[in-house]
């Protein structure tokens, strides 16, 4: 072919290509590619989820109900680990939801929030620095009276039972959870998440540890389908979009690391054991100040998803629960 001959016929495409696009609707054409918010990418906060929740103003507290009659009861076997945790083990001003919490604020409406074991209290803290409506429960009153007199005070944060809150129905649009419900025996689960969903208007949001500790205080450790099946009974699923923004897996790291250490939690006879596994991965545990820097982190091997382990659920349903 020519030089001529090749101009030509490069003109008459582009010639061509002009009169297509002048007649025909570029939309028409080429694939739809849909990045409104209830796209499936950015569906994690949707109109359908704001029509749920509260204002997103004011300071006004959650309506009460005093439901106590556990709270001598679970005090009296949570003593002799988690107060002792709380005043000996944990480093001072530990906020174990810190590392999510504000990323959730980014990406979730929400005002009027429950920390649901918020332990020290700042995760309220955190939270109401963000101009959050917040509020904290804790069995520990070690803990609360030890780091938390000034939200005692203030009633921000308050003693109390995870499996009988102190709450009326749909009092918070978001339940937030940091590394808590692993703490739980197996005989309470089933309460203890009715009664997250049953405060909640929309929104319940938590990381729960799937990994083995030397010192046995994760004494409920289950897989994430069991987690997930125990919400979806009492009314919750899961908001994959918002669970797929926040979970890290190993096709995040490169190059991705030898698992090591393998352990196998679960219950054969209770949602099935799983293999989880130790891997080299440097990262900041809570909050820059307390300096908890761990070279390595645990990643479940099935799915490839590396700690910490988010479970974000929507509210869809409202069941009746007895009250006593």
């Known amino acids: 072919m020519g030089r001529d001959t090749f101009i030509f016929v490069l003109f008459l495409i582009m010639f061509n290509i002009i009169v297509f696009l002048m007649i025909y609707d570029v939309n028409d054409i080429l694939p739809s590619f849909d990045i409104s918010e209830s796209s499936e990418f950015y569906a994690w906060d949707t109109e359908e989820d704001r029509r749920f ?16 009659s556990l709270l001598q009861m679970e005090n ?25 919490f504000g990323k959730l604020a980014d990406l979730v409406s929400f005002h009027t929030v429950l920390d649901a074991g918020t332990g020290n ?13 917040a509020y904290g429960i804790e069995l520990s009153k070690i803990a609360l009276e030890q780091d938390a007199k000034d939200l005692l005070q ?66 409920l450790l289950r897989p994430r ?5 125990i919400f979806r009974k009492h009314g ?27 352990q196998y939690p679960g219950n054969a006879e209770d949602g099935g054991v799983y293999t989880c596994c130790k891997i080299q991965n440097v990262w900041l545990v809570g909050l820059a100040a307390q300096q908890n820097v761990r070279d390595f982190r645990y ?21 009746s629960y007895g009250r006593s």
């Open 53 to 68: 929740i509260g204002p997103q103003h004011g300071f006004e507290a959650p309506a009460y109900t005093e439901r106590r």
């Open 76 to 100: 009296a076997q949570y003593t002799n680990v988690y107060d002792r945790a709380w005043t000996h083990d944990y480093p001072r001003l530990s906020c174990w939801g810190c590392h999510f």
């Open 121 to 133: 209290g700042m995760g309220v803290r955190m939270l109401r620095a963000l101009d959050k409506n």
């Open 154 to 219: 203030r009633e921000w944060v308050r003693q109390g039972s995870l499996r009988r809150l102190p709450y009326a129905d749909n009092q918070f649009d978001a339940v937030l959870s940091a590394d808590v419900l692993e703490h739980l025996t197996p005989d309470i689960a089933d309460a203890t998440v009715g009664e997250l969903v049953r405060v909640s208007r929309r929104h319940v949001l938590m990381s729960i540890s799937l990994k083995t500790v030397t010192d046995n205080k994760h004494t």
């Open 225 to 229: 389908s069991w987690w997930h099946d």
């Open 236 to 262: 919750a699923e899961v908001n994959h979009p918002l669970l797929k923004a926040l979970q890290l897996t190993n096709k995040s790291v490169y190059p991705v690391p030898s698992p090591t250490e393998c």
């Open 299 to 319: 990643m479940t091997l099935s799915d490839g998803e590396i700690e910490p382990w988010y479970f974000v659920f929507r509210k869809v349903r409202n069941i």
